[in-house]
């Protein structure tokens, strides 16, 4: 008898929701397992053109930690479309602005370019504060 690989239908899968405290985690390793878990990577049904992934919600966004000098160095850039539209702000900047759009930003980057990447991003919910409004949905800590 032959074996067929397995691929996982949308129906198939079951969503969980994950709670990560934020506070004192380095911003690249706590983003790396984010997205391994947005992805669904952390399942047996992994399926890479299937959406497998649970939610996240990323909470006390504002007290992430950065190594070296990357408070200080690191460039956020983005491009209004117009000549001499380059913008750019540094991490310190954007810490004291929306700390959520750090977060957001270094897990969006560890995501497919894709639809697929466009659908999973939507599964992150990230808060400055200690507090989140997702308590209906019973989420689980997730330890990183």
Do not use: C
């Not at 000549?83 to 750019?88: A, E, T, V, Y």
Request: overall charge positive; charged content about 30%; proline content about 5%.
């Amino acid at each position: 008898m032959r074996k067929k690989t397995f691929s996982a239908k949308k129906s198939e899968v079951e969503e969980k929701w994950w709670l990560v405290d934020a506070q004192n985690k380095v911003l690249g390793r706590m983003a790396s397992e984010i997205a391994q878990v947005l992805r669904g990577k952390n399942k047996p049904i992994f399926t890479p053109h299937v959406d497998t992934g649970d939610f996240v919600i990323v909470v006390n966004a504002d007290k992430i930690r950065f190594t070296g000098k990357k408070l200080k160095d690191k460039i956020y850039y983005r491009h209004s479309g117009y000549p001499g539209g380059l913008k750019s702000i540094t991490a310190e900047k954007l810490m004291q602005k929306d700390p959520t759009e750090v977060v957001r930003k270094a897990v969006k980057g560890m995501l497919p370019k894709s639809r697929l990447g466009r659908k999973l991003i939507m599964k992150l919910k990230v808060y400055a504060g200690g507090e989140h409004p997702h308590q209906a949905q019973q989420p689980e800590i997730l330890n990183i």
